[in-house]
């Protein structure tokens, strides 16, 4: 089991969740997070402290996010592992709950 980064983190990308990762299995793209499969330890710490409500367990994924499952796995086997929390992206705000990111979705 693992937990999923899910598409409202695109181009919103706080960075809150990584603070509080025991394991460091958050990797960053140029505007999206993702977590390392192999790597979580499904604590949930990271939960509650994503801003979009992004990150979810992979068995409540919604039905409409399966894909994220995949795309986590991916790109955290390309990205470089984020451990310290940066400054969102100054659009944040006015991406949080935009439908349909998956197509700004930046693979680096």
Same mark, same amino acid.
């Given at each position: 089991?693992?937990?999923?980064?899910?598409?409202?983190?695109?181009?919103?990308?706080?960075?809150?969740?990584?603070?509080?990762?025991?394991?460091?299995?958050?990797?960053?793209?140029?505007?999206?997070?993702?977590?390392?499969?192999?790597?979580?330890?499904?604590?949930?710490?990271?939960?509650?402290?994503?801003?979009?409500?992004? @990150?979810?367990?992979?068995?409540?994924? *919604? &039905? #409409?996010?399966? +894909?994220?499952?995949?795309?986590?796995?991916? !790109?955290?086997? $390309?990205?470089?592992? @984020?451990?310290?929390?940066?400054?969102? *992206? &100054? #659009?944040?705000? +006015?991406?949080?709950?935009?439908?349909?990111? !998956?197509?700004? $979705?930046?693979?680096?």
């Amino acid at each position: 089991m693992t937990f999923v980064v899910t598409e409202n983190c695109i181009k919103c990308k706080y960075t809150d969740c990584v603070e509080v990762c025991p394991v460091d299995c958050f990797h960053e793209g140029p505007n999206f997070l993702v977590i390392d499969p192999e790597e979580c330890i499904d604590c949930a710490v990271c939960v509650p402290e994503c801003p979009a409500e992004a @990150i979810f367990d992979e068995t409540d994924l *919604p &039905e #409409d996010q399966l +894909e994220f499952l995949e795309i986590n796995a991916e !790109l955290a086997a $390309l990205w470089p592992v @984020i451990s310290q929390m940066k400054e969102p *992206p &100054e #659009d944040a705000e +006015e991406w949080d709950g935009v439908p349909d990111k !998956l197509q700004y $979705l930046d693979h680096g």
